[in-house]
């Protein structure tokens, strides 16, 4: 939703720092590599996981505005929650890109993991009562 704000570069990068991120615990889980999938056909980005020659700081060089790093922070924290939790080694990974970023402000950090949790709990909630059949 709000990648569309951003140029190719930039989403090229979301991509990278995506995969980097869901295998911060060591596995890649099947949510995430959906997820990956649908945001590399939404921008036309090849679907590639192998990753280990990317440096994360040449990555995060191409988010120059407030608004993008939000914007990149949001998607990584969204792809977390695909797997249904922000676990230990997610959360430290992207608070450290945050403060790489220079956003290493605790409150901004939560604000965007409770904006990104209620969107996940909205279209939980929206799921379950169209499949309400009472």
Known sequence: MFAERLNASQ???VFDLGVMLAYADQELAEEEAQYLKAFSERFDIAYDLE???LEMDTCL???KTRSER???LQELIKLSYKDGHFGHE???KVFAIAQKLGLNEPELFMRIEK???EGFNWAH???AMLEDNG
């Open 11 to 13: 989403r090229q990068a």
């Open 51 to 53: 990753k280990n020659h």
């Open 61 to 63: 060089q191409v988010f």
């Open 70 to 72: 939000i914007i990149l």
């Open 90 to 92: 997610e959360q430290e």
């Open 115 to 117: 904006w990104v949790r």
């Open 125 to 127: 909630e929206g799921e």
